[in-house]
């Protein structure tokens, strides 16, 4: 199972997923993780600096097609880790397979690792109001 978490430095846990400078993909086997690759963001419009011509933090149009190459460069992900994203990326996210757990860990690997052992303690909820 590969899990992705989203990063500015590999190493904390980005606070706003689409403009996260990299995602940390762990490969996890057995209760164990067994790889680790880091793949650079750039799939997201916010990463890219372009929002459709939106201001900052709007989006007030799209649908799943504004995130397709994000769904399409985690598609081999089944778990999705983070401290919070938007409504939308979790709607396409599960639209896709792909099942989204917020939790409140800052580390990457801390989190990598207790979601390995089955002990990552995941919120209700962590969805932001504003993409």
């Given at each position: 199972m590969k899990i992705a978490i989203a990063s500015d430095d590999g190493k904390q846990?980005?606070?706003h997923t689409g403009r996260c400078a990299?995602?940390?993909i762990f490969?996890?086997?057995?209760a164990q993780i067994v790889g680790c690759e880091?793949?650079?963001n750039t799939f997201t419009a916010h990463a890219s600096g372009?929002?459709?011509?939106?201001?900052e933090g709007?989006?007030?149009s799209g649908g799943?097609?504004?995130h397709d190459s994000l769904l399409d460069a985690l598609s081999d992900c089944q778990v999705f880790?983070?401290?919070g994203m938007g409504p939308r990326l979790v709607a396409d996210l599960h639209g896709h397979g792909i099942k989204v757990i917020f939790c409140s860990e800052t580390d990457v690997q801390e989190a990598a690792s207790k979601f390995a052992s089955g002990t990552l303690q995941a919120l209700d909820a962590g969805i932001c109001k504003k993409d």
């Open positions: 846990i980005a606070a990299c995602f940390v490969d996890v086997q057995n880091v793949r650079p372009n929002c459709n011509g939106e201001p709007a989006h007030r799943s097609g504004r880790i983070c401290c």
